[in-house]
């Protein structure tokens, strides 16, 4: 007796275009198209969701050192200071702090100063 196996490969095509939608063209509607489309897609979000890290950081570090050059100080000098004043806020915080309460931000400056 021969296998038959359509349930198996409706199912599967049907997952396959399920994740593609959305998508332009023929990418969304033909599964040989499609399957590179959601391979590609994968090895992106991947990717990104490291470069998402790198980037906040950056962003971070140059909002808390535009809020530390008003108060005449520099980034690494106000990190290194933090470092030596045993100060443990990290950098999300930092910026948060410089950007919603300038006030809070400008007392921690004034310790490490």
């Given at each position: 007796?021969?296998?038959?196996?359509?349930?198996?490969?409706?199912?599967?095509?049907?997952?396959?275009?399920?994740?593609?939608?959305?998508?332009?063209?023929?990418?969304?509607?033909?599964?040989?198209?499609?399957?590179?489309?959601?391979?590609?897609a994968g090895?992106?979000?991947?990717?990104?969701?490291?470069?998402?890290?790198?980037?906040?950081?950056?962003?971070?570090?140059?909002?808390?050192?535009?809020?530390?050059?008003?108060?005449?100080?520099?980034?690494?000098?106000?990190?290194?200071?933090?470092?030596?004043?045993?100060?443990?806020?990290?950098?999300?915080?930092?910026?948060?702090l410089a950007?919603?309460?300038?006030?809070?931000?400008?007392?921690?400056?004034?310790?490490?100063?």
């Amino acid at each position: 007796m021969r296998v038959k196996r359509g349930k198996t490969h409706l199912k599967r095509r049907k997952s396959l275009l399920k994740k593609t939608k959305g998508y332009l063209w023929d990418r969304k509607t033909k599964p040989k198209l499609a399957k590179v489309a959601v391979t590609k897609a994968g090895a992106h979000a991947y990717r990104d969701r490291r470069l998402k890290k790198r980037s906040f950081r950056q962003l971070w570090q140059i909002r808390i050192n535009a809020a530390v050059r008003m108060h005449g100080m520099s980034y690494s000098a106000f990190i290194s200071a933090l470092k030596k004043k045993k100060i443990e806020i990290d950098r999300k915080i930092l910026a948060e702090l410089a950007n919603d309460h300038p006030k809070v931000f400008e007392a921690i400056v004034k310790a490490v100063k």
